[in-house]
Structure formats: C-alpha cells, structure tokens
C-alpha cells in the first residue's frame, strides 16, 4: 500500500469518514476554520493501533498503550483553538507527545512545534508516525514534561495533554509575556479545562469546560 494511500485512508479512514467528523466538530461548536481544516488534513488513523484504525474517526479517545490515551477530536480541536484564540504563536511547546496526533495537528497550523514525552516507546512510535507525513518542524525529546523544555523557552503557546492537580508555575514562567497555556488541571472526575496568559510576574486563568485526562506524572518511563 503506497504512503497516499495510507494517508488518505480506505473504507473507516476514507476522506469522507473523515468529512463527517469535520461536520461533527463544527456542529459541537469548533469554529476556527483553520483548526478543521487541521483536523481534517491530519489522517488520525495513523496515529492509532492497526486494529483500531476502523474507529480512528469517531469522536472519541483510543487506549495507545502504556496507560495512555490519544484524546478524541473534540478535545484536540477544543484546545487547539483555544490556544490559538489570542492569535498564532511562533512556537509552541506541547507537553506529552502521546501518539503525535496532536502533536501533528499543532505542526500544521504553527511554524515549530518542541514536544515531550516521558515514555520512551510512545516517543519512538511518534516520531515515525510524524516523519511518514514529513513534518519537519517538529522537534522532540524524551524528558519529565513537567519541567517544560527551558533551553528553548520562552514559548508563544504551551498546550498540556495531561493533568496536574494545578496550574504548574515552572510552565507558565516559559511562556513569552501574553503567552497563553491551556491544560487539564484536577484529578479524576473533578478535572477543567484552563487557558492560562501569562501576564507580568503572574499569571491570569479561565475555565473553559470539564474534561477527563490521565494525571501529569513525574520522571521518565
């Protein structure tokens, strides 16, 4: 099976199951066109195992193994645009690669995406997910997420795709002046969805909606 193929999908994956998830996000209030446009042009089927390939495109997440998920479309497309909601940052640095999905997302809508990851095996399975769709200005590396990437700080965006219990002060003080952080915070049933700015020595913050997220954990694996 050739790459555009691979890419575009057959049967479950096709362009028009896609579509329909497209249809699906807009309707549950995704409005930025550039976000579904994304959405729509990253092939999520690859970003899961073979065997779930068939449920890629339904609007909810899929176990990836190790304990983690890879979050439905919703989520991604949500925090997506929020954190594009204050305009397009130069750089973004996403904690917890995951599958690269949305690591994938993000590198289509910005000019760099830095990424961590503190499982090894899932970092090694992204990279060659994201090299397949030759998305050159992804650059990744094996870390605790929670201590961000600093040599390559301060950052336009910071987007957490696990939950701390609050908002982590090492993360904020890596983000330009104004730059916005959306993430998780809570543990198990009690979880929101934030965006943080960071705004002089502090920072301000808003609640966006409830969500469901594994735990930001410590240490590399």
């Known amino acids: 099976m050739t790459a555009d193929v691979l890419q575009t999908g057959v049967g479950m994956t096709s362009l028009?199951?896609?579509?329909?998830?497209?249809?699906r996000l807009a309707e549950a209030g995704i409005r930025d066109p550039a976000v579904l446009e994304a959405m729509r042009k990253v092939p999520r089927h690859l970003f899961v195992d073979e065997a779930l390939a068939s449920r890629a495109y339904e609007d909810s997440a899929l176990p990836i193994g190790h304990g983690q998920t890879i979050s439905q479309p919703y989520t991604v497309a949500r925090m997506t645009e929020a954190l594009l909601a204050r305009g397009r940052p130069d750089t973004v640095l996403e904690i917890g690669t995951g599958s690269g999905f949305q690591t994938a997302v993000l590198a289509s809508l910005v000019r760099r995406v830095y990424s961590v990851e503190r499982?090894?095996?899932?970092l090694a399975e992204a990279q060659l997910r994201l090299q397949t769709l030759k998305l050159r200005n992804v650059r990744l590396r094996h870390c605790d997420g929670g201590l961000g990437w600093p040599e390559y700080a301060p950052f336009g965006a910071i987007l957490v795709t696990a939950a701390p219990e609050g908002i982590p002060r090492g993360l904020v003080n890596q983000l330009v002046p104004g730059g916005a952080m959306v993430l998780p915070i809570g543990r198990g049933s009690h979880q929101v969805?934030?965006?943080?700015v960071r705004s002089g020595d502090g920072y301000e913050h808003e609640i966006l909606e409830p969500v469901t997220f594994v735990p930001l954990l410590g240490g590399v694996a």
């Open 119 to 122: 499982v090894a095996a899932l």
């Open 193 to 196: 969805l934030v965006r943080v």
């Open 16 to 23: 028009r199951t896609r579509e329909r998830l497209i249809q």
